[in-house]
C-alpha cells in the first residue's frame, strides 16, 4: 500500500512542477516579443536596392518612432541604426566612416563633382543645367547622359558594373511629356551576357543605381571587351521606343586600380548600321473577285548580325493596315542561326473595304532571344504612300489583280 501512495505524491508534483515551468515560459515569450524592435525592410543585395524603389526618396528611417525621429533628427549620429538603406553596399553592409582614397565618401551614389574628379570628359553641371535649357531643336540632338562605374574583383575574378543614372533624357510621350526609361546591357562580342534594369516611371532623370556581376572573366579578356548599353522608354500598347546608345569599348580602361567612375553621352541608335538593313522578298497578290490579298513572305538575306558576335535568328511579323489602324496580324517561324533565311510562309487577309486605297501592310524582321525582347533587325512597309519599291510593287498588284507579283525589297531601320 506504501508504494502506490509515494508512486501518487511524486506524479501529482510532477504534474504542478510542469504546468509551472510551461506557464513561465509562455510569459517569457510574450515579454520578448513586445520588446522586440521591428526588423528592417528586405533589400535586394543582389542589385544593392530596395524592393520597394519608389520609398528610397522619402528617406524613411527604422527603429525608433515618428514622433522621436524628427525631435533627434540632428543628434543621431551617422554610425547608428538610424542609417538610410540606400547607403548599403552589394552584401548589404553600411560603407565604412573612413573610405578609400580611391573611392567616393558615398560610392554607390556619388556626387557630380567626383565623376568630374575621376574623368576628364565628364559633364560639368552648367552642361547639365544647360540640357534642361535647350531649345526644341536642341533637345532633339542631345539625348542625355549616362553615369556608371565599373570595377573588376580580383578575389572572384569578377567583372562589377554598376548603372547609377541618366540625366537630361528626352520625352518619348508627348501627351505626358516624359518617359518609362529603362536600361539593357551586353557585353560583346560575348552574346550570352544580357541584362536590364527595373523601368522607372514618368521621369527623364532615372536613379538606377543597379549593380550587375558577371563571373569567370579572366582581366586578360577584359581589353577584349565592349559595353553595350541600351537606353529604351516602356511603351505597353506597343514597342518600346529606342532612346539612344552608348558603346564602351574596354581597351585602354585601367581596372585594376579600383572603381572608376564614368560617365558617357547617348548616342541615337544604329548610326553606324543604318546603310544595311539587309533584304526580304515579297509575293503579292490582291484578288478583286473575293476581295482578299495574299501575302507569301519568300526570303530574307543579308542580314545584319545581332551584335558583334554571331548571326541573327530571324523571323518576319506581317500586319495589316487601314485607314493607320492595325487589323490583323501574322508571323512566320523562325530560322535559326542565319542571314539568309527561306521562308515560303503564304498568309491571306480579308480586305475589309473595296480597293487598296486605304490599305498598308507592314512587315518586321526580328531577332528571336528568349532571354529578352525580341530586337527589330529591319521594317519594310507596302502601300499606296510607300516611297521607292514599296511604292511600286502595291501599284502593280492594284493595276493587275489576280497575278502574283514578287519583288526584293531594302529593308529600313526598325
Not at 510562309?345 to 518586321?364: A, K, N, W, Y
Request: aromatic share 8%.
Amino acid at each position: 500500500d506504501e508504494i502506490p501512495t509515494v508512486v501518487g505524491i511524486f506524479s501529482a508534483f510532477g504534474l504542478v512542477f510542469s504546468v509551472s515551468l510551461f506557464a513561465w515560459i509562455c510569459c517569457q515569450r510574450k515579454s520578448s516579443k513586445s520588446n522586440k524592435t521591428p526588423p528592417y525592410k528586405f533589400v535586394h543585395v543582389l542589385k544593392g536596392v530596395d524592393i520597394y524603389p519608389e520609398n528610397l526618396n522619402s528617406k524613411k528611417k527604422f527603429g525608433a518612432d515618428d514622433k522621436s525621429e524628427t525631435k533627434n533628427k540632428s543628434a543621431i549620429p551617422k554610425n547608428s541604426l538610424h542609417l538610410d538603406l540606400e547607403k548599403r553596399d552589394l552584401n548589404g553592409n553600411f560603407p565604412k566612416t573612413n573610405p578609400k582614397i580611391q573611392s567616393s565618401p558615398d560610392p554607390e551614389n556619388p556626387s557630380p563633382k567626383h565623376f568630374e574628379e575621376r574623368k576628364k570628359d565628364s559633364v560639368s553641371p552648367d552642361s547639365l543645367k544647360s540640357i534642361t535649357s535647350l531649345s526644341s531643336e536642341d533637345k532633339q540632338e542631345k539625348l542625355g547622359t549616362l553615369f556608371f562605374s565599373l570595377e573588376y574583383n580580383f578575389e572572384k575574378k569578377a567583372f562589377v558594373v554598376n548603372i547609377k543614372e541618366a540625366r537630361g533624357l528626352p520625352a518619348m510621350d508627348e501627351q505626358s511629356m516624359t518617359s518609362d526609361p529603362y536600361i539593357k546591357m551586353t557585353i560583346l562580342p560575348e552574346k550570352k551576357h544580357k541584362v536590364k534594369t527595373r523601368v522607372l516611371r514618368k521621369t527623364l532623370d532615372p536613379a538606377f543605381d543597379e549593380t550587375f556581376t558577371f563571373y569567370g572573366i579572366p582581366y586578360t579578356q577584359m581589353q577584349d571587351l565592349t559595353l553595350h548599353f541600351m537606353i529604351l522608354s516602356f511603351d505597353r500598347f506597343s514597342r518600346d521606343d529606342v532612346i539612344g546608345e552608348v558603346l564602351i569599348p574596354l581597351a585602354g580602361i585601367e581596372l585594376s586600380e579600383g572603381r572608376l567612375l564614368m560617365d558617357r553621352e547617348i548616342i541615337k541608335r544604329n548610326v553606324r548600321k543604318s546603310s544595311g538593313r539587309g533584304e526580304l522578298l515579297i509575293s503579292l497578290c490582291y484578288q478583286s473577285t473575293t476581295n482578299t490579298l495574299t501575302v507569301v513572305v519568300l526570303k530574307a538575306r543579308h542580314l545584319p548580325k545581332s551584335d558583334v558576335s554571331g548571326l541573327s535568328d530571324p523571323y518576319v511579323k506581317v500586319n495589316l493596315y487601314h485607314a493607320k489602324k492595325r487589323i490583323s496580324k501574322k508571323k512566320t517561324h523562325v530560322k535559326k542561326c542565319t542571314p539568309n533565311a527561306v521562308f515560303n510562309e503564304l498568309f491571306v487577309f480579308d480586305i475589309p473595304c473595296e480597293g487598296l486605297d486605304d490599305i498598308s501592310i507592314e512587315f518586321l524582321v526580328l531577332d528571336s532571344d528568349r532571354g529578352s525582347r525580341n530586337e527589330v533587325i529591319g521594317r519594310l512597309t507596302l502601300g499606296s504612300s510607300a516611297e521607292g519599291t514599296g511604292g511600286e510593287h502595291w501599284k502593280e498588284i492594284c493595276e493587275y489583280p489576280r497575278r502574283q507579283i514578287a519583288k526584293w525589297h531594302m529593308l529600313c531601320d526598325g
